[in-house]
């Protein structure tokens, strides 16, 4: 069964633009939960979908957001990107029958200038 | 509140050597509990993990004991190799508390483990 997959593998952007990040979960998992990691702050959770609905939230400013389609896939927005927001954006699903464990991709290493 | 607190690093072994990494947490009730591990420029592995007290998680020749009445979960390897050398992250899933709390886990800081030859 593949992992979960994230793309683009890298980013670079300057400040004041916006990206979209992508997530596809192991197949037959609904829930998708993204977590930003930075070497002051570490892993910080930003949100979880489950079935298309934002079921969770961490303390992120409202220029982060995030969706999941029909087929569990999931995207996350920054918008007015700032410096600190260059981080290591790791994407995590989980489902079947395990609903305890959390299965992370290999992560989005986006650079803001 | 939830939390986990991990043993600072770096820690820095010979190959073969005994590994214990500590790692402590704070929660309500019977969190699920994880060891993650990171490898260089790749994200989190599942390594071990343990859902209620007493529980043994183990995996590539890595242990942890959840325990309740220390409120620990230290990871143990008794022979490590070169090829451990990567960053293990202690983390739990809480149990109880409201729904924006139940969903998401929440990390120690991680501890950078380097194993040489």
């Known amino acids: 069964k593949a992992g979960v997959t994230q793309t683009p593998r890298y980013l670079i952007k300057t400040r004041g633009q916006q990206v979209t990040l992508s997530c596809s979960p192991i197949?037959?998992?609904?829930?998708v939960s993204w977590y930003q990691q930075t070497p002051g702050q570490g892993l910080q959770f930003l949100f979880e979908?489950?079935?298309?609905?934002?079921?969770n939230k961490g303390n992120f400013p409202g220029r982060f957001s995030g969706r999941q389609f029909s087929n569990s896939r999931s995207e996350m927005n920054v918008s007015t990107l700032e410096l600190g927001d260059s981080a290591l954006y790791l994407c995590a699903s989980k489902g079947g029958g395990d609903t305890d464990t959390q299965y992370f991709g290999p992560g989005t290493r986006l650079t803001v200038l | 509140g939830n939390s986990v607190t991990q043993m600072e690093g770096p820690v820095t072994l010979s190959e073969e050597a005994f590994l214990t990494i500590n790692c402590t947490y704070t929660a309500t009730g019977y969190p699920s509990l994880f060891w993650y591990v990171q490898y260089p420029g790749e994200g989190l592995q599942l390594l071990l993990k343990a859902t209620k007290a007493d529980d043994k998680g183990s995996n590539k020749g890595f242990e942890a004991t959840y325990r309740k009445e220390t409120t620990s979960f230290h990871l143990e390897k008794g022979s490590v190799q070169v090829s451990d050398s990567a960053v293990y992250f202690c983390a739990l899933r809480p149990s109880v508390g409201r729904g924006s709390t139940l969903g998401r886990l929440y990390f120690g800081r991680g501890t950078q483990l380097t194993v040489w030859p």
């Open positions: 979908y489950f079935s298309e609905t934002q079921r």
């Open positions: 197949s037959g998992h609904r829930s």
